[in-house]
C-alpha cells in the first residue's frame, strides 16, 4: 500500500489520479496537482498552485502524458468557469528529478 501523505500532503479530498511505472500524479479540491513517486510514495513537487486553491479553486480531472499535463480547473461554488490548463514539459532540464 502506498500513502501519499506528509507535509505536501493535499489539504482536502483528491478529484483525480493518474500513474505510471515512477511517477503519480493527484489532483485535489484545494487547487493543486502534486506528483509523487509511485514506489516510495515521496513527494517530489507541486505541478500545479491555484491563486484561488482552498477558497474555491478546483482541480477536477487530469490527464499526463510523458510530457503534457491537461487540467480541467473551476470552482466549487459556480463563481468560475471550468477551464483547460495544459502544461507542456517537453522542455530539456525542466524537471531535473524526473530526468533521474
Known amino acids: ?3 501519499l501523505s506528509g507535509v505536501n500532503k493535499h489539504q482536502s479530498a483528491v478529484t ?5 511505472n515512477r511517477f503519480v ?11 509523487w513517486d509511485v514506489q516510495t510514495g515521496e513527494f517530489i513537487r507541486n505541478l500545479v498552485e491555484l491563486g484561488s486553491g482552498g477558497s474555491g ?5 487530469i ?5 503534457k499535463l491537461i487540467c480541467a480547473v473551476g ?11 495544459v502544461l507542456d514539459f517537453d522542455v530539456p ?4 528529478k524526473c530526468d533521474e
Not at 16 to 20: A, I, K, N, P
Open 25 to 35: 500524479i493527484t489532483s485535489s479540491d484545494d487547487g493543486t496537482v502534486k506528483l
Open 16 to 20: 483525480c489520479l493518474q500513474s505510471s
Open 57 to 61: 479553486g478546483v482541480v477536477w480531472r
Open 93 to 96: 532540464g525542466a524537471c531535473r
Open 63 to 67: 490527464r499526463a502524458s510523458a510530457t
Open 75 to 85: 470552482s466549487r461554488n459556480g463563481t468560475e468557469e471550468t477551464k483547460l490548463l
Open 1 to 3: 500500500m502506498l500513502f
